[in-house]
Nanobody
Framework: QVQLVESGGGLVQAGGSLRLSCAAS????????MGWYRQAPGNQRELVAK???????NYADSVKGRFAIFRDSARNTVYLQMNTLKPEDTAVYYC?????????WGQGTQVTVSS
């Protein structure tokens, strides 16, 4: 059973930074991709950033140049470094991991950016 545990969310002022962590139970090398999604109240869940097994990354246009996703295979952890945060970044952030057959999700962590 795969478990993904997010941490690092919280309240920050606009312009500030946060780093989210997603710790997986077991090796992250088994996943084809890992990513971060977010969902704000009244909105659909959207992709924020994704890292593919070969190392390539994808970002939502709204976060390009501000957010960075990276992984630490030794710690079985994927991170989302969020800089220059804006109030519109406020959402619950979810970690996700995909294999050929299944997607796994964490429980989510709240990020609130005050203006």
């Amino acid at each position: 059973q795969v478990q993904l545990v997010e941490s690092g969310g919280g309240l920050v002022q606009a312009g500030g930074s946060l780093r989210l962590s997603c710790a997986a139970s077991g090796s992250i090398s088994r996943f084809n991709a890992m990513g971060w999604y977010r969902q704000a109240p009244g909105n659909q869940r959207e992709l924020v950033a994704k890292v593919i097994s070969g190392g390539s990354t994808n970002y939502a246009d709204s976060v390009k140049g501000r957010f960075a996703i990276f992984r630490d295979s030794a710690r079985n952890t994927v991170y989302l470094q969020m800089n220059t945060l804006k109030p519109e970044d406020t959402a619950v952030y979810y970690c996700a991991a995909s294999t050929t057959w299944t997607d796994y999700w964490g429980q989510g962590t709240q990020v609130t950016v005050s203006s």
